[in-house]
T-cell receptor, first 117, second 111 residues
């Protein structure tokens, strides 16, 4: 199988603090990882594409200075929510891209529930 | 503009009552169409990838099919444990490997 982990699974923080979320591919190497956020009863919204060894590509409307992404190795990408505010409260999910050509499938982590007070 | 539309939004079935979920898509060039299952409070779980019209894939009680405009996820004799949100996503024929998701179908199977 393809296993992707996220840590922490749940975090509560005060407004103005920064929070780091880790995404790891446990049994395969991932040159590319993706970060999504999901609001209640809505689908996944892509925030950014994380490429190992290079800068992340952000989707339109996503503040790159607020959501810092680092992809320092083939198995680890991190998302840091800087100066978090209550409106940043959401479910953040990462995925890792496995394989190439016809077998390029995104495998998702279990998600991180962020609550900003 | 690329679009993915899923229907119905919600579906309630009795255990054993077969049905189908629909995913219609508009994309300039399709690399692949993906089906995922998502349980509440969890990340999506990969089910199938379909690449070309006419292709079919099966897994237990689920069968996915693909045409040039839509995909169906057929659920045969569902069980309560099949209750989840089923997400459809398309991947364009570009270098980004990004997925464009539909809004999902929430399936509830009652015993």
């Amino acid at each position: 199988g393809a296993v992707v982990s996220q840590h922490p699974s749940r975090v509560i923080c005060k407004s103005g603090t920064s929070v780091k979320i880790e995404c790891r591919s446990l049994d395969f190497q991932a040159t590319t990882m993706f970060w999504y956020r999901q609001f209640p009863k809505q689908s996944l919204m892509l925030m950014a594409t994380s490429n190992e060894g290079s800068k992340a590509t952000y989707e339109q409307g996503v503040e790159k200075d607020k959501f810092l992404i680092n992809h320092a190795s083939l198995t680890l990408s991190t998302l840091t929510v800087t100066s978090a505010h209550p409106e940043d409260s959401s479910f953040y999910i990462c995925s890792a891209l496995r394989g190439g050509s016809s077998t390029d499938t995104q495998y998702f982590g279990p998600g991180t529930r962020l609550t900003v007070l | 503009e690329d679009q993915v539309t899923q229907s119905p939004e919600a579906l309630r079935l009795q255990e054993g009552e077969s049905s189908s979920l629909n995913c219609s898509y508009t994309v300039s060039g399709l690399r692949g169409l993906f089906w995922y299952r998502q349980d509440p409070g969890k990340g999506p779980e990969f089910l199938f990838t379909l690449y070309s019209a006419g292709e079919e894939k099966e897994k237990e009680r689920l069968k996915a099919t693909l045409t040039k405009k839509e995909s169906f996820l057929h659920i045969t004799a569902p069980k309560p444990e099949d209750s989840a949100t089923y997400l459809c996503a398309v991947q364009e024929m570009d270098s980004s490997y990004k997925l464009i998701f539909g809004s999902g179908t929430r399936l509830l199977v009652r015993p």
